[in-house]
């Protein structure tokens, strides 16, 4: 198993801090739920159906032509790589791990990129992977280049895969309206942005063909009725939608100022977490830990990555802390 964020009782044995006392800020997950609507008896009791007003309630949320609802994007991850024969993928790197070591796993040949390295690449490529806003480090690419790559490779049968896990918040980034032009797959994340990570819920938008054989190798009743109800109240609220868009984008400037003034200046981000690059990564994040302060550790690049804090007080806790922090490396 790869190492991923919000892995709190891990931390709760290794530091010997009870689960109640920790701010977990691991992982880049809106700290506001939505509400949980009312769910009926039937949802509970009977099979899921398909076109229960789901997939249509999330086409109009995310403006897609068509789209597969699946047990969260990571099932999808694991399982698109299958749809091909062995093949050369490009990975905008670094990203979410899990996408490299899907593709390695079912054989395919991959090749690590940077963004400057793409369009020397691309046309040796069968199918180029971006993760858009980026995870970690939160870059974004613009709407243009990524439909430019995709109309390369979709010249030779290829595939541009976009995972939009942490859209959201700027969905004027997406490329999820144009997936019904063949080879363009764009994968969304419902957890993330509507803080309901728990419910395992993503959506995969692409040409209904490619839906029809990733539907068929995922089998039936992929997403349980209590999720699908729940999700198409969240869709609908779209007054709600605007202010999580807003307070997630006040919270994240004032993390930004606040990491700022201890010498932690980020250096990426996005409206749901803050990347930070740092030789002393490792120490920040054990230095946070033994207070109860959960951040997300990456080694290579050295670098931590801090979620949104909920609330004024766990904004002040992490305040003092880091200001700990800096008068002890001073």
């Known amino acids: 198993m790869l190492e991923h964020g919000g892995r709190l009782l891990r931390a709760v044995r290794q530091y010997g801090i009870a689960r109640e006392h920790w701010l977990d800020l691991s992982s880049g997950i809106a700290p506001w739920p939505y509400a949980i609507a009312p769910i009926p008896v039937d949802a509970w009791a009977r099979l899921p159906e398909t076109e229960d007003g789901l997939e249509q309630a999330a ?61 020397a690449a691309l046309d040796s490529l069968d199918v180029l992977l971006v993760v858009n806003p980026n995870n970690p480090t939160g870059g974004r690419l613009p709407r243009a280049r990524l439909l430019a790559w995709h109309a390369r490779l979709a010249e030779r049968g290829g595939w541009l895969l976009v995972d939009e896990a942490f859209i959201d918040n700027t969905p004027e980034y997406s490329v999820v309206d144009c997936t019904e032009r063949p080879g363009l797959i764009v994968l969304r994340s419902f957890g993330k942005f509507f803080g309901l990570a728990g419910v395992r819920l993503g959506f995969v938008a692409a040409e209904p063909a490619l839906l029809q054989r990733l539907a068929e190798l995922l089998g039936p009743w992929t997403v349980s009725g209590p999720t699908r109800v729940l999700a198409q109240a969240c869709f609908a609220d779209q007054r709600a939608h605007q202010a999580q868009i ?4 006040a919270a994240s400037q004032r993390l930004v100022a606040l990491l700022a003034s201890v010498g932690l200046a980020p250096t990426g981000g996005c409206d749901l977490f803050q990347y930070v690059r740092d030789e002393g990564a490792a120490h920040l994040h054990d230095f946070l830990a033994r207070r109860g302060i959960l951040l997300r550790l990456f080694a290579e690049p050295p670098a931590v990555r801090l979620g949104l804090p909920a609330s004024t007080a766990d904004e002040l806790r992490l305040a003092q802390a880091l200001a700990d922090y800096h008068k002890e490396s001073a």
């Not at 062995?86 to 690590?112: D, F, I």
């Not at 807003?246 to 984008?249: D, M, Q, S, V």
């Open 59 to 119: 086409r109009e949320y995310y403006g897609a032509p068509q789209l597969l609802p699946v047990a969260g994007s990571q099932a999808a991850i694991q399982a698109l790589p299958m749809l091909r024969a062995q093949s050369r993928v490009g990975v905008l790197s670094p990203c979410y791990a899990e996408h490299p070591q899907a593709w390695q796993r079912a054989g395919h040949q991959l090749l690590e990129l940077d963004e400057t390295q793409v369009d």
């Open 246 to 249: 807003a307070r997630c984008a």
